[in-house]
């Protein structure tokens, strides 16, 4: 681990040091030192990102791109700062009419950006499109709901078949679209040039370059402090470290732990917060080697999450045990705890073979998390294989289950509630689909119909105790701490720990 550590060091040292000096023509990342935009305090926040977003249609991509369309899109209900929700957005209220009605009520005479209407007819067609969208990123969230209507233009009235308490929570991560615009474009199209309710609008792209939102005149709440915001994208950290450095970002998102205390180092503010996202190694158990409970066990003991957070992340990532603790600060009642000799006599001298997947560039130091994980799992006895994919393919073949052995991606509860994972991850009907078990199943029914969470609480830690401790489909690794930096003058941004990002009070 620490020769990792020493390998990945000198090689940012090197590339630093060479962006740094070449920064100044990296107009594409938001022009140089001289650019008068940037100096002036005119001209839109330039924020610099890890990677592209794979698409802006929030009915199919994964919720890392909502830092992009959350500027022009807004989430049917918002969440305060304990990530339970509140009453002040386009949603405002809701009821339990009975065990399996939920009804709410949407703020009156809110339009879209293009002049459709943000009524209660374009909340219910959004849920709906999240339920039944083939590649729906929530669509394992919502299967239980039967019926969704409009009674009238502020009322939505949601039906299950069974009790579901946490409808409410789902409702955060769901944003608006307009019907009509959605329907005529497409998934597609909409991503293009999307159209929301939120305080900035799509204002262009160049392909592969930059997507650029200006403010919205007639945002219905309050509206944005900036003109606007330009977004970019750099896979490199010391890219993104150069940039800021040289005053070409605003600011620059997703510094690794050396990138951010080179930032400090050289008087650039830097902000580090512990994220509810959990990067996790999800073991397919209907495959082989993972077929094999033994070979899960093993798995689960070999990989020491410590000494990853230790020895890439020089502390700053908190090592998690847990699946189903979503919220930050906290952890499981019973856990694994690596042991590399037990994990090789599990093994009994036999050399299965892995191949580890990850999305390349999409998290911060997966490169060196992968072949940690690899590095354990050699040691105690497996024939580890890469595969490194871009998250969009990543994420396409998982649903289309085309991904054997282990995959390592982040876990991202933008519902503070448990089963967002369990859904999401656990049950048969899954995103990930790894992990098959009708006791699962029947005990994440059981705890959805509960009043609430806290009532599902017991089940829930049952739930992470099966899947992580006894069946070893899941193998958390750490949590995210998550540090971004910004440019002389340059305050109000507000970062969430459900990956959510505020810009509408930065100014500069």
Not at 16 to 21: D, E, I, K, P, S
Not at 437 to 443: M, S
Request: with cysteine; net charge neutral.
């Amino acid at each position: 681990m620490m020769i990792m550590k020493s390998l990945r060091s000198r090689r940012f040292l090197a590339l630093a040091a060479a962006l740094t000096v070449a920064s100044a023509g990296l107009t594409g990342c938001g022009g140089s030192d001289s650019d008068n935009s940037g100096a002036s305090g005119t001209g839109p926040i330039r924020a610099l990102l890890a990677a592209q977003p794979a698409t802006l249609d929030p009915i199919v991509g994964a919720r890392s791109a909502q830092i992009v369309w959350a500027t022009m899109l807004e989430p049917l209900i918002n969440t305060g700062s304990d990530l339970a929700p509140t009453d002040t957005g386009l949603v405002t209220s809701w009821t339990r009419t009975d065990a399996t009605t939920w009804t709410f009520k949407v703020r009156p005479d809110i339009s879209f950006s293009n002049g459709e209407k943000a009524d209660a007819a374009a909340v219910a067609n959004t849920i709906m499109l999240t339920r039944d969208s083939a590649a729906s990123q929530l669509k394992s969230y919502f299967g239980n709901v039967t019926a969704i209507e409009a009674p009238d233009a502020t009322t939505v009235v949601v039906k299950t078949k069974t009790p579901q308490y946490d409808i409410p929570d789902l409702l955060t991560t769901v944003y608006l679209v307009p019907p009509k615009y959605y329907q005529e474009k497409g998934s597609e199209g909409f991503a293009a040039a999307p159209v929301g309710t939120g305080p900035y609008v799509w204002s262009g792209a160049n392909a592969g370059r930059d997507i650029s939102v200006k403010r919205n005149p007639d945002y219905w709440g309050t509206k944005a402090t900036n003109e606007g915001v330009t977004f970019t994208w750099a896979n490199e950290a010391a890219q993104r470290l150069a940039l800021i450095q040289s005053k070409s970002v605003d600011v620059s998102f997703d510094l690794p732990p050396a990138q951010a205390s080179a930032a400090k180092a050289a008087g650039v503010e830097v902000v580090s917060t512990e994220t509810a996202m959990k990067i996790i190694a999800f073991l397919d158990s209907t495959k082989a080697p993972f077929d094999d409970p033994k070979l899960r066990e093993a798995a689960a003991l070999a990989i020491d999450r410590d000494a990853i957070v230790k020895g890439i992340f020089d502390g700053q990532a908190v090592a998690d045990a847990g699946l189903l603790n979503v919220k930050p600060g906290q952890q499981p009642t019973q856990s694994v705890t690596a042991d590399a000799a037990k994990a090789k006599e599990l093994l009994g001298g036999a050399t299965p073979t892995v191949q580890i997947t990850y999305p390349a560039a999409q998290y911060t130091n997966i490169e060196e998390v992968s072949q940690a994980v690899g590095g354990s799992l050699e040691k105690a006895g497996f024939k580890v294989s890469y595969v490194p994919l871009d998250y969009g393919t990543l994420v396409k073949r998982i649903v289309g289950r085309q991904v054997p052995g282990l995959s390592i991606f982040a876990g991202v509860p933008n519902v503070a509630v448990p089963d967002y994972f369990v859904s999401g991850f656990m049950k048969t009907k899954s995103i990930t689909g790894n992990c098959p078990d009708p006791q699962i199943d029947t005990l994440a029914q059981q705890a959805l119909e509960q009043n609430d969470a806290q009532q599902a609480a017991p089940l829930y830690e049952q739930l992470n105790t099966i899947g992580v401790v006894q069946k070893h489909c899941y193998v958390p690794l750490y949590r995210q701490v998550f540090n971004y930096a910004t440019g002389p003058g340059v305050s109000g941004v507000v970062f969430g720990p459900l990956n959510t990002v505020d810009f509408t009070k930065t100014t500069r």
